[in-house]
Structures are given as structure tokens and as C-alpha cells.
């Protein structure tokens, strides 16, 4: 996993050009006035998941992961603990969902946390199990988009 700001965001470039459309979505879009649901960049390669939503207890959230692409996290505004943990060795709570690209994991126990604030990002790879939508102190609304790189 790669955590940075979107300032630095370049010093990290996986996957060259894949990497470089996504970051320069981030910059150069509107990211407040997209709405919420799916926006193309460059068709099934990389494309935007645009989410709203109350951040919530960190024993209510689900460690999960992909297969087919990375994700960039990057949250608009808010903000909230991010889970991380190496996926190999999770037990899963369900089998892989192929059309969704997900599978969801049983909380390990152990696992760390970040802190994504507006203008935060994650890179998360499939080799990363991720757990979003934390409470960090109090609930509140966040604004992310999870742009999908595909591998």
C-alpha cells in the first residue's frame, strides 16, 4: 500500500500511464460537483467510483480487497481511519464476488491504520487488504473517490 498526499502523488507513479490518468482526473476535475456513482476515464482501465457517505465504528467496517485493479483513495472531504493489512493468510467471510471485483475478509486482530483527511490519498494494491469508512473520533460525511487502475 502507498499513502501520500496528491501534491507527491507523481514521486509514486505505478504503472506509468495507467497511474498518470488517474492522478491527472484528480486534479483537473471538479471533484465536489461529481456525482455520486461511476465516471469513465478511459473506459474498463481506469475509471472513477465516486462515493458520499458517514464514516462509522471501526468494528462495523469490513477488511476487502480486488483482484483486477488498484485503488486510489482519495477523499474530497471529511475524513476517516483507514485499515490496512497484508490480504495473504485472510480468512474470507464470503467467496470472491468476480463481477464486483471484491471479497470481504474476518477483522484479523491485528492490522494498522492511517488517517485520510481532504486531499489525502491510498494506493491500495491487490496484494492489500483495506478497511474504509472508519470513525476517526466522531463520525462525519466524506466525500471519496476510489479511482480503479487496472492491472
Known amino acids: 500500500m502507498l499513502t501520500t498526499n496528491l501534491k507527491l502523488a507523481d514521486k509514486y507513479n505505478y504503472l506509468s500511464e495507467k497511474f498518470t490518468k488517474a492522478y491527472h482526473f484528480l486534479r483537473t476535475e ?6 455520486v456513482g461511476i465516471t469513465q476515464i478511459d473506459g474498463n482501465e481506469i475509471f472513477a467510483n465516486v ?5 462509522m465504528p471501526w468494528e462495523e467496517c469490513a477488511f476487502e480487497a480486488h483482484d483486477r485493479y488498484f485503488d486510489i483513495q482519495y477523499v474530497v472531504y471529511g475524513r476517516e481511519m483507514f485499515g490496512y493489512v497484508k490480504r495473504e493468510g485472510l480468512k474470507e467471510k464470503a467467496l ?8 470481504f475478509f474476518d477483522d484479523p486482530g491485528d492490522s ?3 488517517l485520510l483527511e481532504a486531499g489525502d490519498l491510498a494506493v491500495v494494491s491487490p496484494e492489500d487488504a483495506h478497511k474504509p469508512r472508519c470513525m476517526a473520533g466522531e463520525n462525519c460525511r466524506v466525500k471519496k473517490i476510489v479511482v480503479k487502475v487496472a492491472l
Open 96 to 103: 470472491y464476488d468476480q463481477e464486483k471485483d471484491l471479497v
Open 30 to 35: 471538479d471533484l465536489e460537483a461529481l456525482p
Open 51 to 55: 462515493q458520499e457517505y458517514t464514516t
Open 112 to 114: 494498522g491504520q492511517i
